[in-house]
Structures are given as structure tokens and as C-alpha cells.
């Protein structure tokens, strides 16, 4: 019994040191329009990639895709021929396999467009590269497997596929030559997704992972324009496009956004950390004066209902990680870098400033603007006493049906 309540109490103490550690996740939204939707989308991405350096927090670039079609539904067709597909894979039939799920897999493409999620795809995919494994035809078991991961970083499920499967999706995954490059030419400026994720502003070479994209382009006032593309390892795919006028407006959100920007956080921005499924949002406002070759901004980064991080900075000549670099301040300290709010009276000796709880250890949290321990839950006396009470609980539950006789007592005399 004292071996299972130490074990426990063991385990209770892991999980709540690894919720204790766990990176703060932080959108960053850049609320430009017209000409500064460009500049401050850069700044946002300079942003997003400076934090990720720094490791801190797990930032997430984010804007309201330009009003995609309504998401429609994987149609029973595709699932009718998915079944299929699986029925012929337990029965080794590789060919009948990949020719039914290819087949679904154009009807799933088609949704992907509209905006239905992409799990369904992603199994067709798991399901192909199984079928070319075992056919011996690695390259296409490769490629498919490859086209999978760069949609999802997961393997495929242990319930499903057998551990040769499995093993080809940890090879795929351990492939880091694996890279090529994509030249973007898009009138006017705008922004660009690859796999509902959103890249920055559509503009330049950028190098991604070798493999089958979904690319969005959109700016509202224009048509939305997407496209499937395959880029190749070692190569660089030309993307040159004109944006033609449309019927698209702004997300509303944005619109919102700006104005709790000027004053304090409010449902807009709550509602968005629930979506996005963050902790903080960072919020990328251009002013009034923005023009593309100088653009004047504000960042405002909140953690609930107040605005712990108020910041001007200024994007000149597209240097975007320059600016990005003057809004986070890094401390020549050996630990990790972390922001520096604004200058004020100086923190006490030994301790560090702070404006959000992700600039302070994981044990810390910010209060009165100071990095200052948490007293975890196992210190307090009243946690044990708990502990002790339901052990004894426990124990007398087992023990009283133990003790009592288990039929009926004869006594010989």
C-alpha cells in the first residue's frame, strides 16, 4: 500500500511540475490596412520568428483568413472509397489500395479548399504511403509520407498501421535535406498561407520543407487566389501573381481588434486566444502616418484584461528584424533572454523586471512587476493533511471488508 501512495504522490508531482514548465503560447496578429498591411505583417513575422529564437514562448502568427468558402464536410463518397481502401489493405491488395484511396484523396483536395479540416486527407495520405511501402516503391512511400508531415507533425496511428509504418514515418521525419524554395511575385501586396498556416507578406524567397503545399493568397479588397503546389528538393517553384479586385472584405475581428488596441483588452481579443487556443496575444497597430518605406507602430501584448507590454517602434526600408529587435530587448544575462519593460525604478537586488509571466521562470510569476517564486501546492501544510486524510480513508476502506469474517462463523464445542 506504501509503495502505491508513494507512487502516486510521485506521479502527481510529474504532471504538475511538466503543466508548471509548459511555454506560454502567444499570437501575434498584425493589424495593418491598405499600405500597411505589408509592413506591419513583416514586423509581426519578425516578431514571431525573434520570440521562437528565444524560447521563451511558442508564438503563433495569425490573421483571419480573408473569407474563405463555407467548410464543407468530407461527402460519404470519399468515405465509402476509404473504407474500401482499408478493407483491400488488410487484405494485401496495395494496387486496389492506392487507386480508391487516390481517389478520395482528390475529393478531400477539393474540400481542403473550402476550408474542411484536414484529417481525413491526412489518413488518405498515411494510407497510400503504407500501400507504396509495402509494394516496394519507396520514393512514392516517401513522398506521400512527406506530403502528410508537413500538413501534421504526428505519425500515423498505432491502431491502424504497424510498427514498418511507423518506422517510415520516423525516416521521413529525421530528413532534414530534405528543402527547397519558393520565389513569390504577388501585385498588390498581400499575404500568403502554406497549409492554413500563415507565411508573412507574399513577397521574396522563402525556403520550406520539399513537398505538396496548399497556398493561399489574400488582401482585403481582392479575390482570394489558391493554388496546390508541389515544390521540389534542391529547387526553387516561381509563384507570380495578380491580385484581381473583389468582393472580399476585412474580417471584422480586425476592425475590433484596432479599437481594443487604443483602449484595453476585451472580448474580441479573448475570443480570439480561444480560437487560436493561446495564452497572450500580440497585437501589431500601425498608425495613421504608416507608409510602406516608414511605418510608425504599436504593440500591445496582453495576458487578460490589461495591456502588460505597451511599445512604440518604427519599420524603416523593410528591415523588419531590426525593428523586431529594438521592440524585444534581450538582457546580456546567461539566462534566457527575456523582455525589458520600460525604464523605471530599478528592480531589487537579485531579482528580475518583468511585464508578462512568460518572462519569468517557469516557478515564477510576474507580480507588481517583479519575477517573484510561486510557492508550489506541495509546500502548503493543508495539501499533506488532505493527502494523510485520504489515506486513512482509503486504507480503512480496504481494511474493515479484510478483517470481517467472509461466511458464516461454526463454532465446535
Same mark, same amino acid.
Given at each position: ?50 520570440? /521562437? ?39 494485401? *491488395? ?20 473550402? +476550408? ?21 516503391? *519507396?520514393? *512514392? ?16 496511428? /498505432? ?14 521525419? +529525421? ?35 520539399? +513537398? ?37 472584405? *476585412? ?59 505597451? /511599445? ?36 531589487? /537586488? ?64
Amino acid at each position: 500500500m506504501k509503495q502505491r501512495i508513494a507512487i502516486a504522490a510521485l506521479f502527481g508531482l510529474f504532471i504538475w511540475g511538466g503543466a508548471a514548465s509548459a511555454k506560454p503560447k502567444v499570437a501575434v496578429v498584425p493589424l495593418g490596412r491598405g499600405e500597411a498591411l505589408v509592413p506591419s505583417a513583416d514586423l509581426a513575422r519578425a516578431l514571431a520568428a525573434r520570440l /521562437k529564437t528565444q524560447g521563451k514562448v511558442e508564438p503563433k502568427l495569425v490573421y483571419p483568413l480573408p473569407m474563405p468558402l463555407p467548410p464543407t464536410r468530407s461527402s460519404r463518397k470519399a468515405k465509402q472509397l476509404m473504407k474500401k481502401a482499408f478493407d483491400g489493405f488488410q487484405m494485401l *491488395e496495395f494496387t486496389k489500395v492506392r487507386k480508391l484511396a487516390r481517389k478520395a484523396m482528390k475529393i478531400y483536395k477539393r474540400e481542403l479548399k473550402a +476550408g474542411a479540416p484536414p484529417d481525413a486527407y491526412i489518413q488518405a495520405l498515411h494510407l497510400v504511403a503504407a500501400a507504396e511501402h509495402f509494394d516496394g516503391r *519507396e520514393s *512514392e512511400a516517401f513522398k506521400r509520407m512527406n506530403d502528410a508531415l508537413i500538413w501534421r507533425r504526428r505519425p500515423p496511428p /498505432k491502431a491502424k498501421f504497424n510498427p514498418a509504418v511507423q518506422a517510415l514515418y520516423a525516416k521521413v521525419a +529525421g530528413e532534414q535535406q530534405h528543402r527547397g524554395k519558393l520565389k513569390l511575385q504577388i501585385t498588390p501586396g498581400a499575404l500568403f498561407w502554406l497549409n492554413r498556416r500563415l507565411q508573412g507578406p507574399a513577397r521574396g524567397t522563402l525556403e520550406v520543407r520539399a +513537398g505538396l503545399y496548399l497556398m493561399r493568397i489574400g488582401r482585403p479588397g481582392y479575390a482570394t487566389w489558391h493554388l496546390w503546389l508541389r515544390v521540389r528538393p534542391g529547387q526553387t517553384r516561381e509563384v507570380a501573381v495578380e491580385l484581381k479586385k473583389g468582393p472580399v472584405p *476585412e474580417d471584422p475581428k480586425l476592425t475590433k481588434l484596432r479599437l481594443e488596441a487604443n483602449s484595453v483588452p476585451g472580448s474580441t481579443s479573448a475570443t480570439l486566444a480561444t480560437d487560436q487556443e493561446v495564452d497572450e496575444v500580440l497585437l501589431v497597430k500601425p498608425e495613421d502616418s504608416c507608409s510602406p518605406a516608414t511605418c510608425p507602430m504599436r504593440l500591445r501584448w496582453a495576458r487578460g484584461k490589461s495591456w502588460k507590454l505597451r /511599445k512604440r517602434v518604427v519599420y524603416v526600408d523593410a528591415k523588419a528584424e531590426q525593428a523586431a529587435r529594438q521592440a524585444l530587448i534581450v538582457l546580456k544575462r546567461k539566462t534566457q533572454p527575456s523582455l525589458v519593460p520600460s525604464p523605471g525604478d530599478a528592480a531589487p /537586488k537579485g531579482s528580475r523586471r518583468c511585464m508578462l509571466d512568460s518572462q519569468c521562470y517557469y516557478n515564477e510569476r510576474c507580480k507588481s512587476g517583479i519575477c517573484q517564486k510561486v510557492t508550489p501546492i506541495t509546500s502548503k501544510w493543508w495539501f499533506w493533511t488532505l493527502i494523510g486524510v485520504g489515506v486513512a480513508g482509503v486504507a480503512t476502506a480496504i481494511a474493515v471488508p479484510l478483517a470481517a469474517p467472509s461466511g458464516p462463523v461454526i463454532e465446535v464445542r
